[in-house]
């Protein structure tokens, strides 16, 4: 039975700050996540060689897969720190079960484990991904889905924006004008409402031109890493095919 979790933490100040490894040992606790262990190292900082340093940096909010803001790599996989069992992550070795913390690699670095997402949230105002309304009015019923399209709608809308697909991607990177699996699958989402559909040609535009959906080289990493399973190489597929109509209507002078 393990009394023991140990923790070793890529540990760094910002971008182009010295890099170290702390490592921290917490009590073992049934059904730990690796949040609750956070929480324990930041009562009591002292590493295993007993040295006092600055609790590590890390976010969280809502603690139950949600809110996307406790990604970090843990034991070399992307993933939500709240949902990370200790007895699932770790790795046993005797009495004590190992697991290493590292925050994600394709976002600009804030501190520890904090990195800054907000090129994400860039990508989705790159294709608009949103539903016009010019009102709050009533607007009456929407019109009748297909109940297909309404399942596949639901399954996109779970994205929370967490950064898990594209810090898998291996199309996705600084060196890269590749957009991302997450903005893909949010552009297929507005395509498919009513209303949304008004901004299609728009989204198809910009995801037809460098940087857009022919930049997926098929790795099909980012479903694998999604903690919602979001269907993002079907809508990856999708947009593929919107976008080839989307050309051949620009070419023929069939479009708006």
Known sequence: MAKTIRFRIKRQAGKGAPVRWDVFDVPYQDNANV???????????????????????????????????????????????????????GVQKGDVIEISLEPMTKFPLVRDLIVDRAKMFESLIQVKAWVPIDGSYDLGMAPAQDDEVRKLRYELSRCMTCGCCMEACPQYSDKSSFIGPAPIGQALLFNLHPVGQTLQGERLETLSDEGGVTGCGNAQNCVKVCPNGVPL??????????????KFKKWFGLTA
């Open 233 to 246: 190489t079907q809508s990856i597929a999708e947009i593929n095919r919107q976008t080839t109509v989307h």
């Open 35 to 89: 949040i609750s262990c956070l929480m324990e190292v930041r009562k009591n900082p002292v590493t295993t060689d007993g040295a006092a340093v600055e609790p590590p940096a890390w976010e969280a909010a809502c603690l139950e897969e949600v809110c996307g803001t406790c990604t970090m790599v843990i034991n070399g996989r992307v993933r939500q720190a709240c949902t990370a069992l200790v007895d699932e992550v």
